[in-house]
T-cell receptor, first 112, second 116 residues
């Protein structure tokens, strides 16, 4: 079956630093989604990517759809305390209504 | 406001009891999903429904049941057959527009179920 490897598993950074996390897949995806989840809440969609090579920004967040369609990364610039949470990547193959394949998450901690 | 609602936020049940978790969406989405999340882990698919009156098992359907009588509603029943039901349950719906090139999935706020 499809697998998504998300790294790193956790990160501790100083406020103001930039952050980068990525996901790699054993399969080709046609859609990449990035979510943030706060404790006890549902994941919130941050960025959606639909084309290989696509680079999309949402405020301080930037995500890219890899050229091979098997990877994606998310960058956060100038981190702030409210960036704390778990970040998930998710991918979907073409025409698959069944489900998204989720990464295992990156736990981000921002130190003051 | 449009969105996905789940109720209740917290649910406690005694062993051996069935319990039903509510999920409602007013986004006019066709497909809806139920996931289970355990501490420190990712999301695992329980059931999904692409259209009214139709649903399919996900990866961990044993001990769960669903219905999809209305487009807006996709309730999940956790039965007494589920061996380890304590978890955080997330409902989601899919926003898919072929011509618009949109394919995203939105989540509800979740229900935390604790079995006593």
């Amino acid at each position: 079956g499809q697998q998504l490897n998300q790294s790193p598993q956790s990160m501790f950074i100083q406020e103001g630093e930039d952050v980068s996390m990525n996901c790699t897949s054993s399969s080709i995806f046609n859609t990449w989604l990035w979510y943030k989840q706060d404790p006890g809440e549902g994941p919130v969609l941050l960025i959606a990517l639909y084309k290989a090579g696509e680079l999309t920004s949402n405020g301080r967040l930037t995500a890219q759809f890899g050229i091979t369609r098997k990877d994606s990364f998310l960058n956060i610039s100038a981190s702030i305390p409210s960036d704390v949470g778990i970040y998930f990547c998710a991918g979907r193959t073409s025409g698959s209504a069944r489900q998204l394949t989720f990464g295992s998450g990156t736990q981000l901690t921002v130190l003051p | 406001d449009g969105g996905i609602t789940q109720s209740p936020k917290y649910l406690f049940r005694k062993e051996g009891q069935n319990v039903t978790l509510s999920c409602e969406q007013n986004l006019n989405h066709d497909a809806m999903y139920w996931y289970r999340q355990d501490p420190g882990q990712g999301l695992r698919l329980i059931y999904y429904s692409q259209i009214v009156n139709d649903f399919q098992k996900g990866d961990i359907a044993e001990g769960y049941s669903v219905s999809r009588e209305k487009k807006e509603s996709f309730p999940l029943t956790v039965t007494s057959a589920q061996k380890n039901p304590t978890a955080f349950y997330l409902c989601a719906s899919r926003d898919y527009r072929d011509r618009g090139g949109t394919d995203t999935q939105y989540f509800g706020p979740g229900t935390r179920l604790t079995v006593l």
